[in-house]
C-alpha cells in the first residue's frame, strides 16, 4: 500500500522561505513521476513542481526561480524548497505519487496516483 504523507507547511511573511517534506513509501516501481500541486480557496488546484524517475524537473511558470523540487537518494522522500514566498503562493499543498509511467509527459495524473492530506502554507504581506 502506498503511502504519502507530507509536512512542513506553516505561516510565513512575503520573501521568507519554507521547506516543504513528503515521505513516500510502499511502493516497487522504478518508474514515477512525483510531484506539488497546490489549492487555493476558491481555485482550482494546480501543479507547481515535478520529478520523475530519471531526475527531470518541471515548474510552474509563476515558481520558476523560487522553488525547488528535489528526492533524497533513497528516493523516499520528496522535498519542496520554497523562498521568496509572495502571498499568492497561499494555498493547501499537496504531494502526489504517479506510477502510471517514469518520465514527466507521460505521467497521467490519474487512476495510478497517490496523494498525501495536504500541508498548508501561508503567506502574509
Known amino acids: 500500500q502506498v503511502q504519502v504523507v507530507e509536512s512542513g507547511g506553516g505561516s510565513v511573511q512575503a520573501g521568507g522561505s519554507l521547506r516543504l517534506s513528503c515521505l513516500v513509501f510502499g511502493y516497487m516501481s522504478s518508474n514515477y513521476c512525483m510531484g506539488w500541486f497546490r489549492q487555493a480557496p476558491g481555485k482550482e488546484r494546480e501543479g507547481v513542481a515535478f520529478i520523475d524517475s530519471v531526475g527531470t524537473t518541471s515548474y510552474a511558470d509563476s515558481v520558476k526561480g523560487r522553488f525547488t523540487i528535489s528526492q533524497d537518494n533513497a528516493k523516499t522522500t520528496l522535498y519542496l524548497q520554497m523562498n521568496r514566498l509572495k502571498p499568492e503562493d497561499t494555498a493547501m499543498y499537496y504531494c502526489?505519487?504517479?506510477?502510471?509511467?517514469?518520465?514527466?509527459?507521460?505521467?497521467?495524473?490519474?487512476?495510478?496516483?497517490?496523494w498525501g492530506q495536504g500541508t498548508q502554507v501561508t503567506v502574509s504581506s
Open positions: 502526489a505519487a504517479d506510477f502510471s509511467a517514469g518520465w514527466l509527459g507521460s505521467c497521467k495524473w490519474g487512476a495510478a496516483t497517490y
